[in-house]
């Protein structure tokens, strides 16, 4: 059986909000890990504004060490 399912982007920005804290990263530093001249897509995801691509996912992924499924808030 199919289960639809969405990704809460307030969440989700909340929860990288709280990864990047918890694991002492700067805006600046990811900005830089991802090779961003600006670090506004970084303000947009926390903010639940925009969700980061997949290819932003699988960074993030590493520099939080964890798993894209446990970065994104998913909701049936």
């Known amino acids: 059986m199919f289960v639809a399912v969405r990704i809460n982007m307030i969440k989700t ?11 002492g990263l700067s805006i600046k530093a990811i900005q830089e890990a991802m ?4 670090p506004q897509a970084i303000f947009k ?10 290819d932003n996912l ?8 964890m ?5 994104i808030v998913k909701e049936k």
Request: net charge neutral.
């Open 13 to 23: 920005g909340n929860n990288i909000s709280r990864l990047r804290k918890e694991k």
């Open 45 to 54: 995801w926390q903010r639940g504004e925009a969700l980061p691509t997949v």
């Open 58 to 65: 699988a960074v993030l992924s590493e520099l939080f060490q």
């Open 67 to 71: 798993t894209i499924d446990e970065i």
């Open 35 to 38: 090779g961003f001249n600006t």
